[in-house]
């Protein structure tokens, strides 16, 4: 009788009992495992914050993110993992620490590239405009009651940039970072749906069938690039610069993703560089990120009126980014005679590449032979880097 | 309250205003930057096609062949991901 | 003169001439070293770990790892680092802290195919049989006057499995972490001779040669697979819910094998975080695993009966598990019609996939048509989760 | 000591009931999980061809195709260890 | 009006304005980026430098080294992350720890060959001269005022050996880190350019005109190897041991170098550990090696006389070696029948493979059928060795 | 100072001998090793075959085939980086 007792004490049943909701929470994972596996929303991260969630849920498996307090934050590495657990010893190290979104930003960087936005560099500027989510729902937040770097943490979900609203979230608002790091992930997985239901509402078929080649047929650019390779080599230096001189707090997230690209663009003299940023330390960075930031999903902290907030307010921050962008475009085509197609504004977002694959599926609905993916791209590079000054912003007053 | 709101408006003149001065300078930096480096660039035909081959250091034509032949072996599903040189 | 005499003291002459049993260690590094390049004991493991040996042995290096105390417990990262070495500093990093036998068993989770299991799920329960040898060392140990943790850990050597006898080591008797580690790795090489051995007397010819093909075709199961994709995607889940529920403790060990498996069996979508975890984090963490177990075996803590004693234990173990799983079969055998040949019993140990090639071979030398390989992967596949949460069990009762 | 002894005979029990227990659990929700799927998997022959190439992305033709040429030109020694197919 | 103060107040202007000399450093960062991607110098290591002295360089990004204080010694990892970045918190846990060079020796080693050394062993005895050139600077920067420790580390410049001179920098003076590796590196990258100048004013045409292979011909060796796998083998242990015991202080760097060696010379049985240690740990390491060396030239630290007397003094350490090498060889020659070519002194330097080109280059010049690549290789190898024990010397006798 | 500088010659010296004592005795004892080897070593021209082809595992003449192979689809500008065996 005592055995059975005592192995009763080992399962978690007891610690389930007490705490019903850590049954809610393994369903939320289960339907998170769901979204990235079943419906393919953005694999790469959901499945690792789905299992973490599932990880974390398990009472007595210590693999929970403990909620930062004044003691934990002193505690050394091995101080944390043997009380807390190997999770926590991830999580205030990679994390709490503000390290591993830099990292992924330096992949990012190493996987990107800035032909695109180059050969249409008068189409970045609209990358700024799609930018306006963040900044209109960090308002409604505060009126409804949000902390300023609370509502900035959930105002950077309009951004549509993974990384970028993690790092905001660590820095302004760290208590948030579950439910704003599933929010991100999980509308950046819905852009397929979301641009074209805010396409559908703002943008006229005549606008729509603009087709860009042929404007620039007509109103041909005076720049042509002789040098590409020489070209993306200086670019991310003096994009460095800009950026950096203008936001430093910035830079963490900037500079990363330009050396990334720098050591990219070099080519084989870099090759090692390259592969390390774009795959080693992206990849292992992945699976540490979605794996701890999945674990500070528990009960306690999840279930609560602000994450529903949370997953309200970012979609109207990505609405809103998006009606932004092609706001900026209709005041540009008012103006001159170069027309734009406003599609270009939508993918302003970010969200690289999927917002210009959307983009450009929707101006070939209407116009078989308007492919603008080449264009759409330019904006939506422009959009990380404006994201990413926008969390800078937000962070160098707030924080 | 009301001066939280009024920091939030603040915060929306500033942040808009500085993305869109900074995606205003990437145009305009970015624009003398092709102009400068035009300006240096050996006759463009050559160049050009150095400069494509030197992402991946392997010439188009190499690609094409090695990307044909592949296709033609898995019928079109298997893809080159990467061509790598060793040094010599 | 002075400087013959300074030269002098820089040299390890001194200290060896004191402590001549370094000389021992310095040989067993050479004969473990030979072990693993020459006689191809895994050599993934005993390579690394040999070589950490002979580093540690070396007076003046400092590349040999401090038992612990209270004080070192308490230092930062810079600190252990700069007062004990880095050898001290990747310890009490990465394997003080439990880290990497969790990230490695992601990284079996990721090169684990739980096919065969599926198969023939049935044999799969014989994998818990093979656990008893854990359970009887331990009751040996504690007569031998071991104390219930220290021989718990020497105990887990009998799971034949090399992370989950580190991890029950460093939670529960540190200080046998060296002997535990070459133990468990050196059996686990043995497996080709160890099996041979417990099969010759337990095991009669005419039970030897029952073909579990024919008896499958006599008796044929009642479930086919019909979607073996989406089974194994689900399966995995579902196994993680069963053992955090009752055995929360073998969480970090369990947990991260079956997220291992779940991005492997995923497929493309989250490729890279299969290579991450199966290559990029498992290979390097491979290398400081080796590389420091090695360097916690000096002359002044593994040189003494303990050591032998483990030596010893973990035979016994080792044999006392093959014998339970084979037992296990047979007295299945007087109870159902469809027989099972009793080497799926024996391969119940864990040693994936090295236990099933060497139960095939026995098979076949009784009967060249005796394949029996898919089927002790099952059972064999099981003896990992079977160890795992074996040795949960004993955390979470002994910690 | 005997209390000690006491204690490991306690472990004895509790870790093999444990772990018989959660092998057979895993065995029945094995079965159960093999029957729920397959009630929901569509006609078997084509579904089992698309399992078995989701893991690579690579059709069993295809790898069988690449296989060969590869065996064929190193004389079985060299083999296949992985077909990586690029996103569009 | 307040909103365009509060603007200024983000950027980094007033900061510049300042502290003007910010923009030479920047200045110097767009000159090492064109040395390392114009001129490929050295690119691995010196784009990575160079941009980190770009991010380390733009105030208000917290991307700059904070020179060492007790107290920051003694911050958890996350303590420094939060107050001074993430650039400090990598350079305290990878670099201030002595963890990344030891870690690149383990790679350097997995990609060495010590073949061309064991065919042509006696020329390996020449890496001894080449270290000269260390210990004479080392003089002269003490009889300029340098204190003993910073002399040592200015020295080790002239072991042409990139990871041995910063993990000696880390160990005795590292306040100069940042000059010593950008004069290491730079050097190094100039090695075509420095060896030919001291070839020019030491040897001979004649002496550079001797045919080792015609050499090898009249006074034949009397040792060849049979079975060059197992040599390749055994010799990294044997390497070790007698390091090791003499200078035990070298073990971090030498038994790394050797542990990697020995992994890539078993051969598949150890590829695992060969990838991670030559690729995975490597790459990642020199990321993050480069970029927060970098990091830790800022104007305050960077621009003073001290800088100016490092990259002088390396030069000159660095011809010195080179000199050294080229004597030592004609000495020898002085006494011997078997005449050796003095170019191969002059690889004695390290530097590898580049000194053994360049060497093997000038032959030719002289004469057309002259390869000596593979003896050049022999003492360029062995120069390695010798600097890093040099190396354990210094340590030994400093820290 | 003048001890300082003492210290520094006392360095030369020590560094000096132990630089030149370690490489003597990686000589010495690199040359005893290969007459070990070789007197415990089969008959070489197999032997040394062996050897060379257990560095990645797969024979010479197997390399050379996928190599000219690749180098005529190629054009002689794509080399063979690696090949990896897997296991059975
Ligand atoms: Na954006
Ligand atoms: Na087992
Ligand atoms: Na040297």
Redesign the interface.
């Given at each position: 009788m005592?055995?059975l007792n005592?192995?009763y004490e080992?399962?978690?049943?007891g610690a389930?009992g007490e705490d019903p909701l850590t049954l809610v929470m393994?369903a939320l994972a289960?339907f998170l495992?769901y979204l990235g596996?079943g419906k393919?929303f953005e694999?790469?991260l959901l499945?690792?914050i789905a299992?973490g969630v599932?990880?974390a849920n398990?009472?007595?498996?210590?693999?929970s993110v403990t909620p930062s307090t004044e003691i934990i934050?002193?505690?050394?590495?091995?101080?944390i993992?043997?009380e807390h657990?190997?999770m926590n010893?991830?999580y205030?190290?990679l994390i709490?620490?503000?390290?591993l979104p830099?990292l992924i930003f330096?992949g990012v960087g190493a996987m990107t590239d800035f032909g695109p936005?180059?050969r249409n560099?008068?189409l970045?500027?609209f990358?700024?405009?799609a930018?306006?989510g963040?900044?209109?729902v960090?308002?409604s937040a505060?009126?409804l009651g949000f902390?300023?770097k609370e509502?900035?943490a959930l105002g950077i979900i309009g951004g549509a940039d993974g990384p970028t609203a993690i790092y905001t979230a660590i820095k302004l608002a760290p208590h948030l970072l579950g439910p704003i790091a599933i929010a991100a992930y999980s509308y950046m997985a819905l852009v397929p749906v979301i641009i074209p239901l805010v396409v559908k509402y703002t943008i006229s078929e005549k606008e729509l069938k603009i087709n860009m080649k042929e404007q620039d047929k007509l109103y041909p650019s005076k720049?042509?690039?002789?040098?590409?390779?020489?070209?993306k080599?200086?670019?991310p230096?003096?994009?460095?610069?800009?950026?950096?001189?203008?936001?430093?707090?910035s830079?963490?997230l900037v500079?990363m993703l330009l050396?990334g690209n720098?050591?990219?663009?070099?080519?084989?003299?870099?090759?090692?560089?390259m592969?390390?940023?774009s795959?080693?330390?992206?990849?292992?960075a992945?699976?540490f990120l979605g794996?701890t930031v999945g674990a500070t999903m528990t009960a306690a902290t999840f279930l609560d009126k602000t994450t529903l907030l949370i997953i309200l307010g970012g979609f109207i921050a990505f609405a809103i980014s998006i009606f932004g962008g092609i706001m900026a475009v209709k005041v540009h085509n008012l103006f001159s005679k170069k027309k734009i197609n406003p599609l270009i504004g939508a993918t302003g977002l970010s969200a690289v590449p999927m917002a210009s694959r959307v983009a450009n599926d929707i101006a070939l609905k209407y116009d078989s032979k308007n492919h603008l993916l080449q264009y759409a791209m330019s904006s939506n590079i422009?959009g990380v880097?404006?994201s990413a000054?926008?969390a800078g912003?937000?962070i160098?007053?707030?924080s | 309250m009301e001066s939280t709101l009024g920091n939030a408006l603040v915060l929306l003149a500033i942040g808009m205003i500085t993305v869109f001065l900074i995606l205003a300078l990437v145009v305009i930096s970015g624009n003398i930057l092709i102009k400068i480096v035009n300006k240096y660039a050996p006759e463009p035909t050559k160049k050009l096609t150095r400069a494509s081959r030197s992402a991946t250091g392997t010439a188009p034509e190499v690609i094409a062949a090695i990307t044909a032949v592949v296709e033609t072996v898995t019928g079109g599903h298997g893809k080159v991901e990467r061509i790598n040189k060793i040094d010599k």
């Open positions: 005592e055995v005592k192995l080992m399962t978690a049943f389930i393994l289960l495992l596996i393919r694999p790469l499945v690792p299992f599932l990880l398990f009472p007595g498996g210590h693999m934050e002193h505690m050394t590495i091995l101080e993992a043997k657990g190997i010893m991830l205030y190290m709490k620490t503000g390290l830099p330096m936005m180059l560099l008068k970045a500027f990358g700024a405009a930018q306006i963040i900044f209109t960090l308002i505060v009126a902390s300023l509502a900035a720049v042509k690039i002789k040098d590409l390779h020489r070209t080599i200086i670019f230096i003096v994009l460095c610069a800009i950026v950096s001189i203008l936001v430093p707090s830079v963490p500079g050396f720098l050591i990219k663009e070099i080519g084989s003299d870099t090759n090692r560089l592969v390390a940023a795959e080693t330390i992206m990849n292992a992945t699976i794996l422009s880097i404006g000054v926008a912003v937000l160098s007053f707030l | -």
